[in-house]
């Protein structure tokens, strides 16, 4: 069995969801893919289904009645990843913007030792392919906030492509996890720092995607910008209780 598995939530990644798990598995080594699908109307699923005929011992799919946030679906794959017994949990996104070949380098540098590898665009300044000026600043801007309120040494808290040691995951009372959207990736990085796991960053070139439609939304980015200054606020005043819900 592999010890190692790729989590990819979907919503509407029907151009994209054939080619990027073909990528995966033609991989030097052999991870597993579970897509978290959110009852995508374009049938996404049915394509995993179909390509599952091909690789039944290492695909997996879970549809959800209806789109209910990136960070939902993540906290349903760590479960899933859990209860079946992976010692290494990543989160990718199905639309290339993380680079496949990538997920050797974070799983390299969880068994040398870091207990959460994070795909960083921001450790050597600024490695974002096809992003407009303006999406550039609000990211790099994002992150720069993030850092100020918690204090937490991370320079792309933000980043979605990110490997897990399966003890970190354990170690977070998943249920407790309040946001569902942008700041999901902050929160998580947020509960393993203030266990004191160890973070590192790998640098990766970060290029936006081709096919299908961005998620990001106003919404979302209101989320991150009250919800850290909330969290840490609760993290300051009840350190234990933020922790363990």
Request: charged share 25%; glycine share 6%; proline share 3%.
């Amino acid at each position: 069995m592999a010890d190692g598995l790729v989590i990819i939530p979907t919503f509407n990644e029907i151009e994209n969801i054939e080619a990027i798990i073909r990528t995966v598995f033609d991989l030097k080594r052999d991870f597993h893919v579970l897509i978290v699908d959110d009852n995508s109307p374009d049938g996404t699923a049915d394509v995993v289904r179909e390509m599952q005929k091909e690789f039944p011992d290492g695909l997996f799919l879970e549809v959800r009645k209806e789109k209910s946030g990136l960070g939902t679906a993540y906290i349903h794959g760590f479960k899933w990843a859990l209860a079946h017994g992976y010692e290494y949990i990543f989160e990718m996104d199905a639309d290339f913007s993380h680079r496949p070949n990538d997920l050797l380098r974070l799983h390299r540098a969880c068994i040398n030792g870091a207990d959460v590898a994070i795909g960083s665009r921001y450790k050597k300044g600024v490695n974002v392919v096809n992003w407009p000026l303006s999406r550039i600043l609000l990211s790099y801007g994002a992150s720069f906030y993030v850092k100020l309120i918690t204090g937490m040494p991370v320079h792309d808290p933000t980043a979605g492509f990110i490997c897990y040691k399966r003890k970190v995951l354990e170690s977070i009372n998943l249920d407790a996890v309040r946001f569902i959207g942008y700041a999901f990736q902050i929160e998580m990085k947020y509960r393993a720092y203030l266990k004191k796991f160890k973070i590192e960053e790998i640098s990766i070139i970060f290029t936006d995607r081709i096919n299908g439609i961005s998620k990001m939304t106003s919404a979302i980015v209101r989320e991150a910008i009250f919800g850290v200054i909330s969290m840490r606020l609760k993290s300051l005043f009840s350190k234990k209780k933020f922790l363990n819900g």
